[in-house]
């Protein structure tokens, strides 16, 4: 049966419908306690079409069909509102008062999450990005964020590639890994709470959603309430303090309206030993109605940051020095600590929106953008010498295989010298290396006399370069409303090493140390750029790798909704063309041919359709079905072998697919709402490639898995229940089951050598995917009094949590045997217990509100949440790299002040 078959026969079913005639709602919004009347309220529809604004005395009056109709009303600073309403043919029904509440400031304090290594690199801080922006009304999404989120859960267990975030008009996805990251815009919370969040493809009507949903943050700089709002937050997570200062002046008499914002976040130290927090966050928007149809908003943000950097290790690691949270990257220097690892950032984003209602059917909304900037994570390096790193296996116990040997070492690591980075012996090396460098930069016969480092703090950077532009129209006829747009996004990022710090040294000569070792007599084949050979680098050079990223996209949207008061169908698509290339700015040695210069173009045509329905038995059952195929071009860091050294493209590269459906039923009843969503997605061809250093190599070996399919499926439920006019009880849970399908191809290669070291088969077929609870339960209980004050408490519950597999281990021997095959490492399943307090104070025109977040109230600290097996693989001693851990936080807290007025 084709589409339009389908249709007609829906229309068929509701002939009542299709007939129905209008009345009129009309009322007035204000704060809980009557006594302000709240203007630009956003009174939206059950499609969250856009009914109507309150007036300045926070009046509205609206023509709606006659029947159910659910309404949503949302202001910035306040919970999102929802009533059902029955509305008499011909008749205006009076809603009288509708109070909306305070948000809870505890509720809108992101949740704060260990910045480990891994979380840094392959973006699972971002993890629950939709629920980080802004609070919902679906009790299974705010859970999902703030109880749900620190743990380390995804929803669906979608890699959060596959959400979009925009902010103003402008996706703000990272383009080389597809994850939209919360850093970018952290600290800015009173600003970023207006926002439309859709879950699943279900249609906003402003870009074609992915599977994951899409977050629309909206800056205009009229919509903040007017008035200043001063936050001060107190913590023991990665930071302690926290302030924000947020002004907006609403809609002036000259049609101006201006938003700004600033919050410093700082830390010595966090929960995790050895790092720190430091940052600034900053916003500003102006908006221009420069008539009644024509509105410009103009946004410009930044948040710049450098914290310290938590690591994972192994649990002989851990009871060495008796804690779960022990991080290695840090050391005593000069008496005070210093972390190798720290991530900076500078990254401004301008924006401009122009919104154009060409009449009171048709809008035009059109954003160009440009982000520009730096980002940075330090790290160790070495050449001729120890290897630094206090948790290295040879400096456990277990790497010796006498007893009174494994004791003595065990002893040591009483003495921070040894459990941590020792600084000092670092400085001591690069004092004691006099050396002589000939022909040093090319130079015949030049000879460089110093002391050259054997160690030094390199920062490994990722600044970036990207325009956008981003157009969409809408029309509305009837009962029939189109969306369309056209998407370009043109981006480089420049990847490259700088040396941040010689240690005491004079200089780093920039060669190859893993080619030098395997190519004594080949100068040019330990050359790390034979531009340049021999090249001598000091503090704020460029060295080792230095390439460029590209990637441009252009895309073509549409969308068609037909919408009567009782059912919503929908059909969109879309169509993309993706262009990906590195350019080489250094000639390896060696690879002298296939380094240099712009590779071969990987382009790609990629398209994606949906469809779906949402009927609204009444106001109160509402049952909604998605579908979605669509295709994906591989991203940057997938696409290329070893983009730190070649032009090589990935074997067996290709494009994503994705199959996706789910259906869902939603109660809005007086005493109960809630969701139930079953939901089926099956990925198909993902590629993914790892890069890790093997000591024994002495280079970097890389692991690409192409072939990759995967199904995820299970149930998200979530209801709260009115148990009377204080209490609420809320119940959620997310049950799923995400495995691997495929057997995927895997191709081993190390960054010394152009050879390919192994292509195999993995045998992961029915694996279960890592990173994130597969179950995950809660329940809450609220008191809100009517003298402004409230208290809770949660409990919550995580099961079928697995570590990341070494791939290495689960290929055959040369005898088609698998020797070393395991099943996927499974972790205990974790509970937890939260609670929270508030109380909120109305003097004059002063608001204050005090709320105390506690967690983890047991102070559990054996739940881990996450970890990874070590991808160097001794096949003589399986055992001798164990897995490294990630351990949930004990006990923690948030306090937060604010005043408003």
């Known amino acids: 049966m084709n589409k339009q078959a389908a249709v007609f026969l829906l229309l068929l079913l509701f002939p009542a419908i299709l007939m129905a005639q209008e009345g009129k709602i009309r009322g007035t919004v204000t704060e809980t306690d009557a006594s302000v009347k709240l203007p630009g309220v956003s009174i939206t529809g059950p499609d969250h079409n856009l009914l109507t604004v309150t007036d300045a005395e926070g009046n509205f009056e609206i023509d709606v069909p006659a029947g159910e109709i659910i309404l949503h009303f949302r202001l910035d600073g306040y919970r999102e509102h929802t009533l059902h309403v029955r509305v008499p043919e011909n008749e205006t029904t009076s809603l009288g008062t509708i109070p909306l ?61 596959y959400t979009d975030v925009w902010i103003n008009g402008f996706m703000v996805n990272d383009v080389e890994s597809g994850a939209p990251y919360w850093s970018n815009w952290g600290g800015l919370n009173d600003v970023m709470r207006n926002a439309v969040i859709t879950t699943g493809p279900w249609p906003d009507g402003n870009s074609f959603e992915p599977v994951g949903g899409m977050s629309r943050i909206i800056t205009d700089a009229s919509a903040y309430r007017k008035g200043v709002k001063a936050v001060y937050s107190l913590s023991n997570r990665t930071y302690r303090n926290r302030l924000m200062v ?157 007893p009174a040997d494994q004791e003595r070492v065990a002893e040591t690591w009483s003495d921070p010298s040894v459990s941590q980075i020792n600084w000092l012996a670092l400085y001591q090396a690069n004092w004691n290396n006099l050396v002589a460098v000939e022909d040093a930069d090319g130079i015949p016969g030049n000879t460089v006399t110093g002391y050259r480092s054997k160690y030094i703090v390199e920062d490994r950077r990722n600044d970036i370069s990207q325009f956008q532009f981003h157009t969409q129209a809408s029309h509305t006829s009837g009962k029939w409303t189109f969306n369309g747009g056209l998407f370009a996004d043109i981006y480089h990022g420049k990847n490259f090493n700088v040396v941040e710090d010689l240690l005491g040294g004079e200089f780093w000569v920039d060669i190859d140390q893993f080619a030098e070792r395997d190519f004594p007599d080949d100068p040019d084949a330990i050359q790390n750029d034979l531009n340049h050979p021999n090249r001598i ?17 252009f895309s073509l949207w549409s969308l068609a909704r037909y919408t009567t008061n009782r059912l919503t169908l929908f059909l969109g698509g879309n169509m993309t063309g993706t262009s990906l290339w590195r350019d080489g700015h250094t000639r390896k040695g060696l690879f002298p041919d296939n380094s240099f210069g712009k590779s071969e173009v990987l382009n790609y045509a990629t398209f994606g359709i949906k469809t779906g329905a949402e009927y609204r038995l009444t106001g109160r059952h509402i049952f909604r079905i998605n579908a979605l195929f669509s295709s994906e071009p591989p991203n940057f860091r997938s696409a290329f072998l070893s983009p730190r050294t070649r032009n090589s493209v990935t074997p067996g590269l290709t494009t994503e697919k994705i199959y996706s459906a789910d259906v869902s039923y939603y109660a809005r009843l007086p005493f109960i709402t809630g969701r139930l969503t079953a939901y089926y997605t099956r990925f198909e ?14 280079s970097f070996v890389n692991h690409s898995m192409t072939g990759i399919d995967r199904e995820h499926y299970g149930i998200e439920y979530g209801a709260e229940f009115k148990l009377s006019p204080s209490f609420s009880l809320s119940t959620v849970a997310a049950l799923g089951q995400y495995l691997w399908l495929s057997n995927p191809s895997i191709t081993i290669t190390q960054d010394n050598n152009s050879e390919v070291l192994r292509s195999d088969e993995v045998w992961v077929k029915y694996f279960r995917l890592n990173g994130t609870p597969q179950t995950a339960l809660a329940a809450g209980l609220e008191y809100s009094s009517s003298n402004n004050w409230w208290v809770g408490i949660t409990g919550s519950y995580y099961d079928h949590i697995y570590i990341d597999f070494n791939p290495v281990s689960r290929v055959q021997d040369e005898n088609g045997y698998y020797p070393y095959w395991q099943v996927m490492e499974k972790q205990p399943a974790g509970y937890l217990l939260d609670a929270f307090i508030g109380k909120t104070w109305y003097l004059d025109n002063l608001y204050v509100n005090l709320s105390f977040n506690l967690s983890n109230l047991t102070n559990n600290t054996e739940f881990i949440t996450g970890g990874f097996e070590q991808y160097r693989f001794d096949p003589e001693d399986p055992g001798q790299f164990p897995p490294k851990y990630y ?4 006990f923690n807290y948030f306090l937060n002040l604010s005043v408003r007025f």
């Open 537 to 553: 680098v000091r503090e704020g050079d460029i060295y080792n790798h230095n390439y460029s990223a590209h990637r441009n996209e």
């Open 887 to 890: 351990y949930y936080y004990g």
């Open 246 to 402: 947020t002004y907006s002046t609403g809609l002036l008499e000259n049609n101006w309206a201006f938003t700004g914002s600033y919050s410093r976040r700082w830390s010595q130290e966090g929960y995790a030993e050895g790092t720190f927090y430091d940052a600034h966050s900053l916003f500003f928007a102006a908006e221009k109605r420069i008539s009644d149809r024509h509105t410009l908003n103009f946004t410009v943000l930044d948040a710049i940051y450098n914290r310290g950097v938590d690591g994972g290790s192994t649990q002989e690691a851990y009871d060495l020095v008796g804690s779960n949270y022990y991080n290695p990257y840090w050391g005593y220097q000069n008496g005070g600590k210093r972390n190798s690892r720290a991530r900076s950032s500078n990254k401004p984003l301008f924006t401009l929106n122009h919104k154009w209602d060409v009449d009171e059917n048709t809008r035009i909304s059109t954003t160009a953008g440009y982000w520009f900037g730096e980002s940075g994570y330090t790290a160790l390096n070495w050449h001729d010498a120890e290897d630094p790193r206090p948790d290295y296996w040879r400096k456990l116990p277990s790497f010796y295989d006498d």
């Open 101 to 161: 509440m305070v948000q809870d400031d505890f509720r809108t304090s992101l949740p704060t999450l260990s910045i480990t290594d891994t979380d840094a690199e392959n973006g699972l801080e971002s993890q629950t990005i939709q629920g980080l922006l802004s609070s919902s009304d679906d009790i299974f999404e705010s859970t999902a964020a703030y109880t749900f989120g620190p743990v380390r859960f995804q929803i669906r267990g979608y890699d959060s590639r």
């Open 685 to 698: 061809d993902l590629t993914e490639v790892a890069s890790f250093y093997h000591d024994e190599l002495r």
